[in-house]
């Protein structure tokens, strides 16, 4: 029994050094990244396999996303036309980054040809996978350090995603 107990106190001691070191804003960032990279994979590969437009939106004040479905590629959701929401998660926003990834200023959601649908600045997926503009889309936490910004970038002709950390500067993430 008292070697029992002599071990639960090493845990305890154990758990109260590591616990306090984890950074779950990073956990949460993270998290954030995938729900807005899967939501652009899934546009992409739906506007193939459809052969229609799909644009996704950013909600930057509710802190969400938007998926059209535009079957009628009219750019607008008409009422037949199926709209799907991803919220990000509490903790997370848009917001503007210290430094854009290509240098310069930047906003949290920007791109050379950003359409704004209903209201919302917007990527439109056409059906042969490529997106009306490049687009590169800032995230952090609501605790505002450099180190907690994330940026998710879309090649225009591929549609492909790709998300970066800033640490001094971009630097590639794998998840």
Excluded: C
């Excluded at 970066?164 to 500067?169: E, P, Q």
Aim: hydrophobic content about 40%; overall charge positive; glycine content about 10%.
């Amino acid at each position: 029994m008292i070697e029992m107990m002599f071990a639960l106190a090493i845990i305890s001691i154990a758990a109260g050094i590591g616990i306090p070191r984890m950074n779950l804003h990073h956990f949460r960032l993270d998290a954030a990244v995938r729900v807005i990279q899967t939501s652009l994979q899934q546009a992409q590969r739906e506007s193939v396999k459809r052969q229609h437009n799909y644009i996704v939106g950013f909600d930057i004040a509710g802190k969400r996303i938007r998926i059209l479905d535009d079957q009628n590629n009219n750019n607008a959701a008409d009422g037949t036309e199926r709209v799907v929401w991803r919220t990000i998660d509490d903790g997370i926003k848009f917001a503007t980054p210290p430094a854009g990834f290509n240098g310069g200023a930047a906003i949290s959601v920007t791109g050379t040809k950003l359409a704004t649908v209903d209201g919302y600045p917007s990527i439109i997926y056409r059906r042969d996978g490529a997106t009306s503009t490049d687009l590169q889309v800032y995230i952090t936490s609501t605790r505002n350090q450099n180190g907690d910004f994330r940026l998710l970038s879309v090649t225009r002709s591929t549609g492909r995603v790709d998300w970066y950390r800033y640490r001094n500067g971009w630097q590639r993430g794998t998840i």
